[in-house]
């Protein structure tokens, strides 16, 4: 009786040894040895007590051989989860598949198509000599208006079609403040591009909205003339629809732009 509780004894001391080991084992080397030192078919020590049951009287291998299959079975599985725990890339956690296979690539956005237009538009004008000019989206009255020969009393400068901040500020209801600035800063020749939002108090319906983009143009130079706007507009017209594209001009009347057409 000595011996098979002795035998119990000595399986329990070995799990606790053997747990041990596997809990500081710091890679998967390090859980082959301990699984070789203790369940190794030759000379481990868990699977030597387990060759030794046959010397057991009969009556007490069962309890013997319960313990030890326990024992073994505990510590085994606790090989597979240290194993599974210290392998690259799971995180601890049992992957399945096949992590050699290519990864799946992310899914990224898209440019809006107002941007991809505007980026062409840009292209366009930069092919002809054009550079690119921005100015802020919340301007002052001056530039908003004043500068731009619009008095503060005309319609186009009412509450009820610009969108006022505090501060004496507002959304810029066109891009043409763009070109005071630019004019401000740098002496003839100039030839800029302005893209950009603006914002008007317009009620949402098929040909109206709040905020839209707008593209203008400013040529300022000597021998300047209507042909070389007319030329510059049908050209872009011809790159931007196609080369086949027929132009008509219409002449129109904006105070800014006086005397113009």
Not at 158 to 169: A, F, M, P, S, V
């Amino acid at each position: 009786m000595a011996a098979e509780t002795n035998l119990i004894d000595d399986l329990r001391r070995l799990e606790a040894e053997a747990l041990a080991a596997v809990a500081s084992a710091d890679g998967r080397a390090s859980v082959e040895r301990v699984r070789v030192e203790y369940l190794g078919r030759k000379d481990g020590r868990i699977s030597t007590i387990l060759k030794g049951l046959g010397r057991l009287p009969a009556d007490r291998r069962p309890e013997v051989g319960a313990e030890a299959n326990r024992v073994k079975d505990r510590l085994q599985a606790a090989l597979e989860a240290r194993e599974r725990e210290l392998s690259p890339g799971t995180g601890g956690v049992e992957v399945e598949g096949d992590l050699s296979l290519p990864g799946r690539g992310r899914l990224v956005g898209g440019r809006h198509p107002v941007t991809q237009v505007i980026d062409e538009l840009v292209g366009i004008f930069r092919s002809l000599g054009f550079s690119l000019a921005r100015g802020p989206e919340a301007e002052t009255e001056w530039y908003n208006f004043v500068a731009l020969n619009t008095p503060l009393d005309h319609p186009a400068a009412d509450e009820q079609d610009t969108l006022y901040l505090r501060g004496g500020h507002l959304l810029r209801s066109h891009t043409s403040p763009v070109q005071v600035r630019v004019m401000q800063k740098h002496a003839p020749p100039i030839r800029i591009l302005a893209p950009g939002m603006v914002y008007r108090r317009d009620a949402v319906d098929a040909s109206h909205t709040p905020a839209f983009a707008q593209l203008e143009g400013l040529v300022v130079d000597e021998g300047i003339s209507f042909v070389d706007l007319k030329a510059t507009l049908a050209e872009f017209a011809r790159r931007f629809w196609g080369p086949g594209t027929r132009v008509r001009f219409r002449p129109s009347f904006f105070p800014f732009t006086e005397p113009s057409a």
